[in-house]
């Protein structure tokens, strides 16, 4: 099960207690920032593109949106998510629990700059009813980006 293997991932670190689990899901956006207590725009959700033969997995805020002409200037490339079928086999996590840790071989983590305005996001941790509250600064240090990039919009006011 991912959520054990992400369990396995922090208890290294000696954060795996700070993991929350629900009794209900937590499987989208709204449904994570209502279990976790929060604004929808903290969650941080995990988008996975095929990008040539790798994955990549950017990690946005809950209220940001791919952002395509950014997204090609950055990937060289139209953008491509992943398949639901493919994205157990290739990340390690299914849909609704895609998360930046504990992540298969092939798989590069990005940072949007849409979480950059909040001091605590909630990852998802491989389940479909799990969440993290993260400062960015440990974010960044678990999930072991290749870079902060920007691809994505987010809504206008």
């Given amino acids: ?8 991932y922090f208890a290294q670190y000696g954060i795996a207690d700070r993991i ?4 209900t899901s937590s499987a989208t956006v709204e449904l994570a920032a209502e279990a976790v207590g929060c604004e929808p725009a903290r969650i941080a959700k995990t988008l996975s593109f095929y990008v040539g033969d790798r994955v990549a997995l950017i990690v946005a805020a809950g209220d940001a949106r791919i952002d ?10 139209k953008a491509k998510m992943l398949k639901a079928d493919d994205a157990e086999k290739l990340i390690g996590h299914a849909v609704a629990g895609v998360c930046p840790f504990a992540v298969n071989e092939g798989c590069d983590v990005y ?3 849409s979480l950059k305005r909040f001091d605590m996001v909630y990852p998802a941790c491989g389940s479909s009813n799990s969440a993290i509250g993260l400062t960015l600064e440990e974010l960044e240090r678990y999930a072991k980006p290749v870079a902060w990039i920007d691809v994505c919009k987010l809504p206008q006011a």
């Fill in 1 to 8: 099960m991912a959520l054990d293997k992400v369990k396995a």
């Fill in 111 to 113: 940072l949007d700059a």
């Fill in 68 to 77: 395509n002409p950014k997204y090609k200037a950055q990937f060289h490339g």
């Fill in 20 to 23: 929350l689990e629900f009794e």
